[in-house]
């Protein structure tokens, strides 16, 4: 199974970035994905998630309203829009991957390698 993020860089606070992850290896739409971020210092953090199907979604609460997440099953890939982006959003962002919902770093099966956001002030 492979996770691979991209999408990330440094922009300035107010702007926007979109996130992709793309999967392999797995069945993809048998899967809850998710996304996470961990801050330097800090815990790994829940930050969005989307159901199999695409038509439930879950946000941590410093960013909902800013960000979306989706997904496309055809071409095995989910996607995090953020907007209106804060300096504390600067982290590594994962993806990941897991067969029930949860919103727990414990619990996902499958990570992907990380993609650095930094939002300048």
């Known amino acids: 199974v492979q996770l691979q993020a991209s999408g990330g860089g440094l922009v300035q606070a107010g702007g926007s970035l979109r996130l992709s992850c793309a999967a392999s290896g797995l069945t993809f739409n048998r899967y809850y994905m998710m996304w996470f971020r961990q801050a330097p210092g800090k815990e790994r953090e829940f930050v969005a998630s989307?159901?199999?199907?695409?038509?439930?979604?879950y946000y941590e609460g410093s960013v909902k309203g800013r960000f979306t997440i989706s997904r496309d099953n055809a071409k095995n890939a989910v996607y995090l829009q953020m907007n209106s982006l804060k300096p504390e959003d600067s982290a590594v962002y994962y993806c990941a991957a897991v067969r029930f919902a949860t919103q727990a770093p414990g619990d996902v099966e499958w990570w992907g390698q990380g993609t650095q956001v930094t939002v300048s002030s």
């Open positions: 989307i159901s199999r199907s695409g038509g439930t979604s």
